[in-house]
Every structure is written in structure tokens, then in C-alpha cells.
């Protein structure tokens, strides 16, 4: 069996364990970080830069496991490639059973794009990678023009700093967890675009012109721009949509409360908003509201009760030991019905500085998110804001009110003209013959049907039909779905064959050559072929020790519970297979112990 290496894990913070099984192409919880030079960018020089600055950031070099109770990420030896922008900004990252890095670096033309999986790092932790690659980026290209090398920021480069989770630093028990009923907010609703595509629209607005304005209602340039985006909003309601509230998830960076290094995730958020109700639309009834919930909300006190009330969820007795699938299913549901009470997203990353010497080779800095609805997203940089809003409806008429409304504010929007390649669509292209051939299925079922009604015979052939229509769909639906990882394809393929032609020996009056030949055959031929897969594929013991463990138990325990029971006629083949499994598990114990009990922490951890 192949050798291995101790490798490095670490368990998620408290708000990155929603985001794997929250995330879907719908919402791929992936963000992206650009910079714009005002020079070509050149793919050697970006590469040595993404090195270097994963030197001083190795946290990033992780890929996502599944443990039994909680995903977990560990350290990985794979190195991002640079390339040329290739595919829809904010694509999805984290793909299920495929072990990949989850952030890539991309670029084009005069950008660079830095896109990030969320369970990575929040938006604080990915401007600082992002400032990072840019400064060492620049300076890798002009050093010999005498650019110096200078330190970006007081971020501690050690990984235990790094990957400390300040979500538990900061834990402390709370009797009180009662919790107000929030009415259902506004929800956004129109035709969503072609494939569910992302919109991109990015602006910039003038600082000083935004700080004027919002002093004149005595209020932060945050609160002033919330204030327009929930005006931008109810411009597009009905009078009838307006019986309930127009409500914004605003994120709030901890770290302004709690002070720690970790490059992690550690945010909460608020949720400002204002109930129209019927009633003419008075701007500055709209800035007081929100600067009135800005400041009883932004306190160290609510934002610690917050944060304990979220993570007393994670130390929950019966949650914290539920299986991971059963969290999944929960978490996805909890997410759902979260969405209920907010109608979009206003994210905030703050100032970006950079070196006075490197400011003169950057245009400007950008960030925007993907999103199942819309979203907005800013940063600042020099004397510009810089704006993202993301969409997935036809519809352009919130941003269209947005920039309206600053304009009516005396505040000048300037809509950026921004340059994307054609995207690569292979994955869509891979589902459009999926549902080619789960319609073909259809069309046999529904054919079969058709002769069994008009021929009055004893052979009921939509029996036979379906049941190998459904086989052979379900053979390629999880074929196609596992194919990132071929023993857990493998472990699904012998599952579903298996109970598959039991149940079809039973429907069929019983024979017994389900449990006589293809359990323990089929059994036995998966042990092979896991052995001879991660002899090809894989080199490391954790990347096939938990599908060896299931092979074997799977294939020793049904063969014993048939013998003893007695239903099995034919002896040798549940015999041989019990013996494979057994030398299997003997195996592993022997050569792999040590491996085995490593694996069994990670995946039991809770």
C-alpha cells in the first residue's frame, strides 16, 4: 500500500461550518478580490508572487474532508496554478468529493482576480491575501527600478496565530438565549437569467462627495449607503409588498470588537432595515432609522451575545454528536428559512491601503460576491469607493434606483467598464446530457407502460422496464455526481447493486442468486478493484483508507448475517468474501495503524 505523510488538519470556525453544506450553484458562498494595474499582467511573474505569499499565508494551502460528525480542512501539498480567467467570476470552489485548494488565483488583461471558497477566510482575511500578492506581485516586476520591499502589515506569520479560531477564544456561556421573533422580510423576486448566470456591475463614487453628504444627515458613509440601498429596494415594490419590512444583512468584522490575528473567519452581522408601509418614501426618515440601529447593534455587548448565540449551537450536547449528513440537511434548512428574514446583502470590506511607492502602478482595488439574490459590496481605495453588485435576475432595476438615488443625492456615480472573457460552460454542458438521459429513461418507462395496458398478457414488461430504467439511471446519476472520487464511487456503486438485485430477487419470487453470487461477488470485486485504484490514483493512505474500512465491513458483515440466518444455498462465494474482507481489515491494522487512528481522529472529531 502506498506511504503517507502526517498531515496537518484543523477543525472549521464556527461560521465556516454552514457554508459547505449551504453552498450550492445557486449560492456558491465564493468571493472575489481584484486589483486592476495599470500595466498587462504577465503570468510568470504572478505565479512566483501567489508563492511567495502563500509563504507567509500557508493556512490557504487546505483542502476541505468530511469527517462523520464535521467537515474539517487539512493541510495539502497542492500548489495553485495561475491562469488566464477562464470561467464565470465566483464559480463554484469546494466540489464535493474532489480534493481541491479552495481559492484560485486568475487573471486578465490588467487584473487580478483572487476568488476564495468562504469556509476559507472572510472578507478581512482575503483583502490581506489580496494586498499581499499585489505588493509582492509589483514587486517582483519593478525591484530592478528600485521598488522596495516593504512589510504590508502587523498580521503575525505564524500559523498558529493564523488559524486560531476566535469565535472559541472569545466563547462564553450565556443563560439568557431568547430570542425576538422577526417578522418575515421583503422578498426579491423576478426571472432569473439564463443557466442562473451571475450579473456583475461595478461603479466607483468620489469619497469626498460621499463624506459631504453623509455628514449632512450626521451620519458614517455606511449608513448613508444603506439607507439608499433600501430605498433602491422599495422603489421596485408593489403597494401590496410593502406590508412587510425591507431588511439588509449587513456583516460586521469581530475583530473591531475582539482583538486576534486569525485569518479565519470571524464575523457576524446586522440586519438595519426600514417598514415602508404604504407611506411616502422621506429619505431622512429612512438614514435615522438605520444610524439608530447601527448604534444600538454595534456594541461589544450585542455583538458578544451574537456570537455566543450562534456558536452555543455548535457546543449543543445533541447537535455537536448528530451525524455530519443529518447536520447537512438541517444546516440547509436553517439557511432556507434564514434567507425569510432578510431581502439582500450589504457587505462592507473596508479600507484598502497599500505603499505610497506601489499606489502608483494600481488603478484601483474591487470585491463583489456571488449570490442567489442580489447583493452589494464596497471597498474603498486612495479617494474612490469602489462598488460590486451581483445578481442573478434579468431585472437591473434595484442598482438602477441605487445609482439614481446618489445621483439625487448630489453624489456622482461612475459605472465601470469592465472586461470578462467568454465563459466555459463544461459543467452545464455535462448536466445537459444527464437530463438527456433521464428523459430517455422516461420515454422507456412511460413506452412499457403503454404496451402493458394495450396487451393483456401475464408478463408484465413495464415491470422489467422500470426497474432496469431506475437501475441504470441510478448507476450513471451517482457515477456522474461521485466522479470526483472514484472509491466513493465505487462504495455507492457496490451499495446500490447489491440491495438493488435483493430487492429485485425478492419481486421476482426469490431465487436467491442475489445473496448467493451478487453480494459476495460484487463485494469482492470492489475490494479488488479499491486496491488496484489506489494503487493508480492515490498515493496517500487518508485518501482511501475510510473506503477500504467500508469495503470490508460491508462485505464480511451481510455474507455473515445470510449464512447464519441460513438463506445462503451456495456457500463458497459469501465464504470468500468474508475471508477478503477480514485480511483487508487485518491488513490495514498491520501496515496502516498508525495512518487508521489518525484518520479515525479527524473523522470523529466533534
Avoid at 499 to 528: A, E, K, Q, R
Wanted: glycine fraction near 4%.
Amino acid at each position: 500500500m502506498p506511504q503517507t505523510n502526517v498531515k496537518h488538519w484543523r477543525k472549521l470556525d464556527n461560521a465556516a461550518k454552514l457554508f459547505p453544506a449551504a453552498s450550492s450553484k445557486r449560492d456558491t458562498r465564493v468571493f472575489r478580490f481584484y486589483c486592476e494595474l495599470k500595466e498587462d499582467i504577465q503570468q510568470e511573474i504572478l505565479q512566483k508572487a501567489v508563492d511567495r505569499t502563500l509563504e507567509k499565508y500557508p493556512i490557504f494551502l487546505s483542502v476541505l474532508r468530511k469527517g462523520l460528525f464535521w467537515h474539517y480542512l487539512e493541510q495539502s501539498n497542492k500548489r495553485p496554478v495561475v491562469r488566464e480567467e477562464y470561467k464565470e467570476p465566483c464559480s463554484s470552489l469546494y466540489i464535493r468529493d474532489k480534493r481541491d485548494l479552495l481559492f484560485e488565483v486568475t487573471y486578465y488583461k490588467k487584473r487580478i482576480n483572487f476568488e476564495v471558497f468562504h469556509v476559507l477566510t472572510d472578507g478581512t482575511g482575503a483583502s490581506e491575501f489580496v494586498r499581499e500578492l499585489v505588493k509582492n506581485y509589483l514587486y517582483l516586476a519593478h525591484h530592478e527600478d528600485g521598488l522596495e520591499d516593504v512589510v504590508l502589515s502587523e498580521y503575525s506569520e505564524s500559523l498558529f496565530d493564523q488559524e486560531a479560531d476566535g469565535f472559541e477564544r472569545y466563547y462564553s456561556h450565556q443563560a439568557d438565549r431568547k430570542k425576538e421573533k422577526k417578522p418575515a422580510a421583503h422578498q426579491l423576486r423576478g426571472n432569473r437569467r439564463e443557466l442562473g448566470s451571475l450579473q456583475t456591475t461595478e461603479a466607483e463614487i468620489p469619497v469626498e462627495e460621499l463624506r459631504h453628504q453623509a455628514k449632512t444627515y450626521g451620519v458614517s458613509m455606511t449608513v448613508f449607503l444603506t439607507a439608499v440601498y433600501l430605498c433602491a429596494i422599495h422603489r421596485t415594490m408593489t403597494r401590496r409588498q410593502e406590508s412587510k419590512p425591507v431588511v439588509l444583512m449587513v456583516p460586521v468584522n469581530l475583530r473591531n470588537f475582539f482583538p486576534t490575528n486569525t485569518m479565519l473567519n470571524f464575523f457576524n452581522w446586522i440586519e438595519p432595515g426600514y417598514h415602508f408601509q404604504g407611506e411616502k418614501e422621506e429619505f431622512t426618515d429612512v438614514v435615522q432609522k438605520v444610524n439608530a440601529c447601527f448604534k444600538e447593534e454595534l456594541t461589544t455587548e450585542k455583538m458578544e451575545k451574537r456570537m455566543n448565540d450562534y456558536f452555543a449551537l455548535q457546543v449543543h450536547p445533541i447537535l455537536k454528536f448528530a451525524p455530519l449528513e443529518l447536520k447537512n440537511v438541517c444546516i440547509n434548512i436553517g439557511a432556507r428559512t434564514a434567507e425569510s428574514d432578510v431581502t439582500a446583502i450589504f457587505s462592507n470590506m473596508g479600507i484598502i491601503r497599500m505603499p505610497e511607492s506601489y499606489e502608483t502602478y494600481i488603478r484601483y482595488f474591487g470585491v463583489y460576491t456571488s449570490t442567489p439574490k442580489v447583493e452589494l459590496c464596497m471597498c474603498s481605495f486612495r479617494d474612490k469607493i469602489y462598488l460590486g453588485f451581483t445578481s442573478r435576475y434579468d431585472c437591473d432595476a434595484i442598482k438602477d434606483n441605487f445609482f439614481q438615488i446618489l445621483k439625487e443625492q448630489e453624489v456622482k456615480p461612475e459605472i465601470l467598464e469592465v472586461e470578462y472573457p467568454e465563459s466555459v460552460m463544461t459543467e452545464a454542458k455535462g448536466m445537459q446530457i444527464f437530463k438527456i438521459f433521464t428523459f430517455l429513461c422516461m420515454i422507456a418507462i412511460v413506452a412499457a407502460l403503454g404496451v402493458d395496458y394495450s396487451i393483456d398478457t401475464n408478463f408484465h414488461l413495464s415491470l422489467f422496464v422500470c426497474g432496469g430504467a431506475f437501475s441504470m439511471w441510478l448507476a450513471l446519476a451517482v457515477g456522474f455526481f461521485k466522479r470526483y472520487n472514484l472509491l466513493k464511487n465505487a462504495m455507492w456503486q457496490l451499495i446500490i447493486v447489491t440491495v438493488g438485485c435483493i430487492i429485485w430477487d425478492w419481486l421476482t419470487g426469490w431465487h436467491g442468486w442475489s445473496i448467493d453470487f451478487v453480494l459476495p461477488g460484487v463485494s469482492g470485486l470492489i475490494m479488488i478493484s479499491m486496491l488496484i485504484i489506489s494503487r493508480v490514483y492515490y498515493r496517500q493512505a487518508k485518501d482511501y483508507l475510510v473506503y477500504f474500512v467500508m469495503a470490508a465491513l460491508y462485505g464480511m458483515i451481510l455474507p455473515f448475517i445470510f449464512l447464519l440466518t441460513g438463506k445462503v444455498r451456495i456457500v463458497f462465494p459469501s465464504v470468500i468474501s468474508i475471508g477478503m474482507g477480514v485480511l483487508m481489515l487485518i491488513g490495514l491494522v498491520l501496515f496502516k495503524g498508525k495512518e487508521m487512528r489518525q484518520e479515525m481522529e479527524k473523522n470523529l472529531h466533534v
